[in-house]
């Protein structure tokens, strides 16, 4: 019984952290390659050769062309995670709701209300446009929010051709700029932005709901299992004579004896339970804060600029009398940030030179058996076709460190403790504008 369970929480556990810092270059990030990317290629590669080309419109349907970042992998997997859940709702819990004594008959009935839900925000998440900003309603978008001038300023976006509204971003997966970006959501395969942020969080909710009402029968339904044998009515006689009530540890010893797939199932919701409420702390933080997954990263960076700035300088200063000595020359401002433009535009030409090589190089390859090889291939072509959808990111990082370098004395000013978020406007009213995002025309 802990085997199955043991494999599903490794899933989880690849699958949340496969593509982490920490974790990537190990064999989580192998395993994650694995589960997303190659067991996708292959089933695709199978389902061709048994109906034809024609199946691959479906692939495309799911948008094959970016599915290094945007598949289905993940989608499928909850979808499926779902319905093995509640088949075993139905096929082990379900029978002893009849002599379960605090239970009430309608038990399935509130399930598939919850379900409904799931189901319902699951849907709004995957199907609403997370708010794009087009050339029609740029300017209302630009009068929304104003620039901050330190996480957001005026410019434009590199693909779009448009001013980039205060707090939207370019979507690298959607290739188009969405307003008040969040995030890239791989459990609903879509952005979260200004309009559907809040099914995001419905849908988070929704799981929580689910998941506490599945516990909370799975407990009654345990409870009553050990209030038929009266255990606790019994008492222990130790080698010494002494009584001793019944443990904590005999009655889970009891029912991993006897119910071993229900005391597994709750096994289970506890961690489901564990990883949705930490992922609403983490959002609620968010929006407390008034800022957004993409802010958040923005202010990170931001600390660390500034972190390193005062580490250069104090370094400057005890090293000043020598470099006076030295004659040592340093460059003017300027002539840095141009160098550092210069190095990053070659370097995106490298970027795109290697993979225009790679895929010829994939299309003389002859698929190979060995699943290591096919690892460290598949692990390569994330690693270019990634660098080559993060241009349009290197390019706004650099963009944004430049910034912050032309206006280093208004940085310096501010606290990077105390810095919570630009946009601030107070939790109700920022939850306001999350649950009913201003209408935008066109
Ligand atoms: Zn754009």
């Given at each position: 019984m802990?085997?199955p369970?043991?494999?599903f929480?490794g ?10 810092a ?30 034809g ?10 948008g094959?062309k970016i ?8 989608l ?5 995670m ?16 009849a002599t ?18 799931v189901?319902i ?14 050339d029609?309603?740029?300017?209302q978008?630009?009068k ?9 300023f005026?410019?434009?976006c590199?693909?779009?051709k448009?001013i ?11 290739n ?7 995030h ?10 200004e309009?559907?942020?809040r ?42 004579g002494?009584?001793?009530d019944?443990?904590f540890?005999f009655m ?5 004896r006897?119910?071993?797939y229900t ?5 289970l ?14 959002h609620?933080?968010?929006?407390w804060?008034?800022t ?16 390193n ?10 090293g ?7 004659g ?6 300027e002539?840095?940030?141009?160098k550092g433009?210069?190095k ?12 225009i ?10 698929p ?13 072509n994330i ?14 990082k ?11 004395e208004?940085?310096l000013q ?29």
């Amino acid at each position: 019984m802990l085997a199955p369970l043991i494999i599903f929480a490794g899933i989880i556990f690849i699958l949340l952290f496969g593509q982490t810092a920490t974790f990537k270059d190990g064999i989580v990030g192998q395993l994650y390659i694995v589960l997303t990317s190659l067991i996708f290629l292959r089933i695709k590669n199978l389902l061709i050769k048994i109906f034809g080309s024609r199946i691959e419109k479906v692939f495309d349907f799911f948008g094959n062309k970016i599915r290094y970042n945007r598949n289905p992998m993940i989608l499928i997997f909850y979808l499926l995670m779902v319905s093995v859940l509640v088949k075993f709702w139905f096929d082990n819990v379900t029978p002893d709701f009849a002599t379960t004594k605090s239970l009430d008959p309608y038990q399935n009935l509130y399930l598939c209300l919850y379900l409904f839900f799931v189901m319902i925000t699951f849907l709004f998440g995957v199907f609403t446009k997370p708010g794009f900003v087009t050339d029609k309603n740029n300017e209302q978008y630009l009068k929304r929010y104003t620039f901050d001038e330190i996480l957001f300023f005026k410019e434009q976006c590199e693909t779009c051709k448009l001013i980039k509204p205060a707090r939207s971003k370019h979507c690298r997966l959607l290739n188009r700029c969405v307003a008040r970006y969040d995030h890239y959501c791989a459990w609903l395969m879509n952005t979260m932005g200004e309009q559907n942020y809040r099914y995001f969080i419905l849908f988070l909710f929704a799981n929580l709901f689910l998941v506490s009402f599945g516990l909370y029968t799975v407990v009654r339904v345990l409870e009553q299992k050990v209030i038929n044998t009266k255990m606790f009515e019994l008492k222990f006689r130790d080698s010494k004579g002494n009584d001793m009530d019944i443990g904590f540890t005999f009655m889970m010893n009891y029912l991993k004896r006897t119910q071993p797939y229900t005391l597994g199932f709750g096994y289970l919701l506890i961690s489901l339970f564990v990883i949705v409420i930490l992922f609403i702390i983490y959002h609620f933080r968010l929006i407390w804060k008034n800022t957004t997954t993409n802010e958040s990263v923005k202010i990170h960076e931001l600390k660390s600029f500034i972190r390193n700035y005062q580490l250069q300088e104090t370094q400057r200063k005890k090293g000043g009398h020598e470099e006076d000595t030295k004659g040592a020359e340093k460059l003017p401002k300027e002539e840095k940030n141009n160098k550092g433009i210069e190095k990053n535009e070659s370097k995106s030409k490298n970027v795109r030179k290697r993979n225009i090589k790679n895929r010829t190089n994939k299309e003389n390859q002859i698929p190979k058996n060995n699943i290591k090889d096919e690892v460290v291939k598949e692990k390569e072509n994330i690693k270019n076709e990634k660098a080559e959808s993060n241009l349009n990111n290197e390019i706004e990082k650099t963009k944004l460190i430049q910034h912050w370098e032309e206006n280093i004395e208004k940085i310096l000013q501010l606290n990077p403790k105390k810095f919570k978020s630009f946009y601030y406007q107070g939790f109700w009213s920022n939850l306001k504008d999350i649950f009913f995002p201003k209408k935008i025309k066109i």
